[in-house]
C-alpha cells in the first residue's frame, strides 16, 4: 500500500472456493468474515471490511446485522455471479436483505454478470432506488458497452470500479482497453463521479503472490489510469495504451467517489 499510495484498502469476505481453485459451493466464509473483521478492527483506518453473506442462509440478515455490531462497513454478495448465482437476485428470499441494506444505507458491492442477469438485476434497482450498489467489473459489459451506458444511465445509485479480476482476465481486459482508449476514456469521463479503484485482488498463500507481486498488480491499474503508455510484466514485449485521465478525474476515482458511495445519503 505504502509503495503505490494506497490509504486504505477494503477487505471482502469471500468463500472458500474463491480461493481454491476447484472448490465448489459457498463455505467457509464465516470465518473468512470474522478475519476481514479482526484486521479492521486492529489497524483502524486502513482496512474497512465489506463481509459476505451466502443468499441461501435464512439468517443472511441477522448475521449481516452481527457483522455491523462488530465494525463491518458494507456488504459484498456474489450472488450475480454465474458461479454462485443459485437463486434469481429478485427472489422473494433477497429482498429482506436489500430492505435491510437501504433503510441502513449499506453499501453493497454486488457481483453481477449483466450479460445474464441484467433483468432481474434491474428490478431490484427499480424496486430499491435508494440501495448503493457497486457492479465491479464495468459490470461485465466492457464489450457490451451500450449495456453499460444503458444501465448507468437508468440507475443513478448505480456505481463501478476499473478492476479486471484475476491475472487471465486483467491481461484480457488491459489489451482490450489499449486497442481502444479513447473509448474507454469516454466511459470513464461520462460517468467519473461513479467510477472506483479497485484491483479484485485475491491474496492467499501462493508462492507467487508475495509483496512485489501485490504491488505490481496494484500498480498496473495506476499505470492504466494515469499513463499513455506503459507495461506489465504479465504481458511481456507489449506497450499498452492507458488512458491518461487528468487529475481532476483521479481524485474522483481514487478517493471522493469511494467516500460518496460509503457516505449515508438520505433516502
Given at each position: 500500500?505504502?509503495?503505490?499510495?494506497?490509504?486504505?484498502?477494503?477487505?471482502?469476505?469471500?468463500?472458500?472456493?474463491?480461493?481454491?481453485?476447484?472448490?465448489?459451493?459457498?463455505?467457509?466464509?464465516?470465518?473468512?468474515?470474522?478475519?476481514?473483521?479482526?484486521?479492521?478492527?486492529?489497524?483502524?483506518?486502513?482496512?474497512?471490511?465489506?463481509?459476505?453473506?451466502?443468499?441461501?442462509?435464512?439468517?443472511?440478515?441477522?448475521?449481516?446485522?452481527?457483522?455491523?455490531?462488530?465494525?463491518?462497513?458494507?456488504?459484498?454478495?456474489?450472488?450475480?455471479?454465474?458461479?454462485?448465482?443459485?437463486?434469481?437476485?429478485?427472489?422473494?428470499?433477497?429482498?429482506?436483505?436489500?430492505?435491510?441494506?437501504?433503510?441502513?444505507?449499506?453499501?453493497?458491492?454486488?457481483?453481477?454478470?449483466?450479460?445474464?442477469?441484467?433483468?432481474?438485476?434491474?428490478?431490484?434497482?427499480?424496486?430499491?432506488?435508494?440501495?448503493?450498489?457497486?457492479?465491479?467489473?464495468?459490470?461485465?459489459?466492457?464489450?457490451?458497452?451500450?449495456?453499460?451506458?444503458?444501465?448507468?444511465?437508468?440507475?443513478?445509485?448505480?456505481?463501478?470500479?476499473?478492476?479486471?479480476?484475476?491475472?487471465?482476465?486483467?491481461?484480457?481486459?488491459?489489451?482490450?482497453?489499449?486497442?481502444?482508449?479513447?473509448?474507454?476514456?469516454?466511459?470513464?469521463?461520462?460517468?467519473?463521479?461513479?467510477?472506483?479503484?479497485?484491483?479484485?485482488?485475491?491474496?492467499?498463500?501462493?508462492?507467487?503472490?508475495?509483496?512485489?507481486w501485490i504491488t505490481r498488480m496494484?500498480?498496473?491499474?495506476?499505470?492504466?489510469?494515469?499513463?499513455?503508455?506503459?507495461t506489465f510484466f504479465e504481458i511481456?514485449?507489449?506497450?499498452?495504451?492507458?488512458?491518461?485521465?487528468?487529475?481532476?478525474?483521479?481524485?474522483?476515482?481514487?478517493?471522493?467517489?469511494?467516500?460518496?458511495?460509503?457516505?449515508?445519503?438520505?433516502?
Open positions: 500500500m505504502r509503495d503505490t499510495g494506497i490509504g486504505k484498502m477494503v477487505l471482502l469476505g469471500s468463500p472458500r472456493s474463491v480461493f481454491f481453485f476447484g472448490s465448489d459451493g459457498f463455505h467457509d466464509e464465516d470465518a473468512n468474515n470474522l478475519e476481514v473483521l479482526r484486521i479492521a478492527k486492529d489497524h483502524p483506518g486502513t482496512f474497512l471490511a465489506f463481509p459476505t453473506v451466502d443468499v441461501d442462509d435464512p439468517q443472511k440478515v441477522e448475521k449481516l446485522l452481527n457483522y455491523f455490531d462488530m465494525g463491518a462497513l458494507g456488504l459484498k454478495l456474489y450472488a450475480g455471479s454465474t458461479v454462485y448465482h443459485t437463486k434469481a437476485l429478485d427472489d422473494s428470499s433477497m429482498l429482506p436483505l436489500y430492505e435491510f441494506c437501504e433503510r441502513r444505507q449499506v453499501p453493497i458491492v454486488l457481483h453481477v454478470n449483466a450479460g445474464k442477469y441484467q433483468e432481474e438485476f434491474e428490478r431490484v434497482l427499480i424496486r430499491f432506488p435508494h440501495l448503493k450498489v457497486l457492479c465491479p467489473h464495468f459490470c461485465m459489459s466492457t464489450i457490451a458497452s451500450e449495456r453499460f451506458e444503458s444501465l448507468m444511465d437508468g440507475h443513478p445509485q448505480l456505481y463501478t470500479d476499473i478492476s479486471f479480476g484475476y491475472t487471465k482476465q486483467l491481461n484480457v481486459g488491459l489489451k482490450r482497453f489499449s486497442k481502444n482508449p479513447s473509448k474507454y476514456r469516454r466511459l470513464v469521463r461520462k460517468y467519473q463521479d461513479r467510477v472506483l479503484f479497485g484491483t479484485d485482488m485475491v491474496v492467499s498463500d501462493d508462492a507467487e503472490k508475495n509483496a512485489e496494484a500498480g498496473v491499474y495506476r499505470d492504466l489510469l494515469e499513463r499513455d503508455e506503459y511481456p514485449g507489449e506497450q499498452l495504451r492507458g488512458l491518461h485521465l487528468d487529475p481532476a478525474i483521479l481524485n474522483k476515482i481514487y478517493r471522493t467517489n469511494f467516500e460518496s458511495f460509503l457516505a449515508p445519503h438520505a433516502p
